[in-house]
């Protein structure tokens, strides 16, 4: 047990033990109904970026549902007479445990040249033998799911947050009896893009002593003491009763002005309150103008008044004397890191469409993307459309749109 | 391209099918019969017809797709970064003679009035550089805001917002085609919410038969709300209130998700504050003098939202010196 990779280590058992994919499991149970009422109409084909839960929760089902998993793969969709093996054994209860079976096919969307004979399959254990069939896959628009998509119930699973992969990372650590830092877990969760499986794997690679570790906290930290150096100046602006000597700690390290501009943003209410908090922000808006100036005009003496409003300035807006309070990473760095990529793909969709529209992309926005949304909740006639004519993935299009839509947050009637 | 998009589908191609804006069209049937045109500056509100208009006199004067698509160019002054990048594309389009047998090429730059006047007189002398070649037209929604010599060198054309009657009209035309179900209440409040904006109409009808079985009023409003996310009322109030943190996530979430810019969240801002029945006039004036001064320094500034973030720490300390009004 011991040797087991921590992915399969701590693979859910049961549905309910998988994290983040509320909507999903909800309706993975309506199709469980239907298996047990013996009335299997549809095949299960479970969608999702890796790392999200697919292939546990197809395991998950078979435990909760009492029957044998039994996983086909894509040399025995090439291999008819093993094929038909399959099918025959899939009928039958296993005698050994007395229970029915239940077919996982994993990343179907990776079996192109297969795509026929995973359709006769799919047809012949779903209509005929009412064999419960579940799939997975990354992307289920691929030219070859075509069929399987209309014999199958579509469940999609969706990027997982990084506050739910830190919140399983921690569990594993707890479980595992290992300690490590909440800012390198958090560094762990947010560069993992929501994958499970990949910040499993770098926490195990982590914990057991690999050259990960540095790597990981290399990312985002650069050198390892540049954080503490960060804490030290940050309480001498904040807490700190001479001004003048928390401005000369920012001189002697080794941090980024504009790393250290961002901690102090960040941490700044925490700590300041009403007029103190006005006050220390205006010379943070004051320092932001100098920054500007100095990329304008490329005129780097002015960054000794961009680091004096930052430490100098803001230490001597506070009132009373501040209560102490834990640090925080910039949220803002954060935010901008994760979602990088996808706001790159969205905006240079969104640009694609205002060439082909003749529209302003902030038209685009604002008039185009809520009809989209709809669209897709519904036939998704217009995304498909969009796909053939701008030879975009619908995979991505969707992906883009779930992202808007959490910010339109459209409702669907009817 | 024969989008599922109405406002592409029902988009009129040529001259002629164009129903509104009779007087500009009957002087630009003049410039395709003369195979000859000078620079033309449209000026209107959005949603009257600049684009379209200027793609079907295109459309006219070359006759043909091919021809259009060669010899056509589209930029968005508020898309593009700057008028470098605007000289660079101009350049790499104009300096070719056109193809087949057509007297110029045509430049269409839309929203010219949100170039600095700088860069407009930058564009002057780009206009002038290939003007043996290329016509320009350019779009813009106030043409004072576009300097004398570009005025004086263009043919300027005005369009006025479209009628409600014709908005309707239209609307009542693609309903009946994509075999839309509406009541005539939720057709008006299209043709209100629009205020003559015939693109934003056709649009807005695609969205609530997108969103429900019948377009009636109620999904109308709720669909025109979208355009102003309800996310700026709760960070203001939450800012009033003496919640800077949550204000400020929601300020984040605003520009990073929703992709607004600072200027926008700072417009909207200013539209819900000074409407506000609740907040006291003396505070209002407080922050006129100061939502200018933010506006100024989110131009001047590296980052908008450390300047956004600055307004909502003075929102809150205003806030509470008046007693935690909300807007409501």
Redesign the interface.
Known sequence: MADLPWTEKYRPKSLDEIKGQNKAISEIREWMRSVRAGKVSKALLLVGPPGSGKTSAAYAIAYELGYDPVEVNASDLRDRTHLKYVVESAKAVSLLTLSRRLIVLDEVDALPSEGGALVSLVKELITKEGVPVVMTANNPYERHLYEIRSLSKVVRFYRLRWTTVLSVLKEICRKEGVKVPDNILRQIAVNSQGDLRAAINDLESLVKGSHKLSEVIGKKFGKRDVEADVFKVLTAVFYGENCYSAYLTSLNTDVDPDMLFRWV?ENL??VYK??A??K???Y??YA??V???I?KTNNWKLLVYYTQLTTYAVCTAKEAKPQGVKMKFP??IR??AT?KEL?TK?REFL?RL??????????V????V??LI??GK?EG??IK?LER?LGLREEDIREILE?LE????????? | MAFELWIEKYRPRTLDDIVDQEDVIRALKGFVEKRSMPHLLFAGPAGTGKTTTALALAHDIYGSEELLRANYMELNASDERGIDTIRTKIKDFAKTAPFGDVPFKIIHLDEADSLTADAQHALRRIMEMYSATTRFILACNYSSKIIEPIQSRCAVFRFGPIPEEAVRERLLMIAEKEGVKYTEEGISAIVYVAEGDLRRAINLLQTASAMADEVDAKVVYRVAGLAHPEEVRGMINAALKGRFIAARDMLRNLMINYGMSAQDVIKQLNREIIASKSIPDNMKAQLMVFLSEVDFRVTEGAHGDVQLAAMLAKLVELGESHGGPSLD
């Open positions: 943003e209410p925490y009403g007029r908090l006005s220390a922000y205006d943070l808006s932001d103008i920054r500007s100036r990329i949220e803002i935010k901008l979602t706001r969205t640009s205002a060439k082909e529209l003749h529209l302003p992309t902030k038209t926005r604002m008039e185009i809520p009809i709809a669209d519904r006639r217009i459309r004519d992202d959490e910010n339109y947050k459209l409702e669907i009637r009817g």
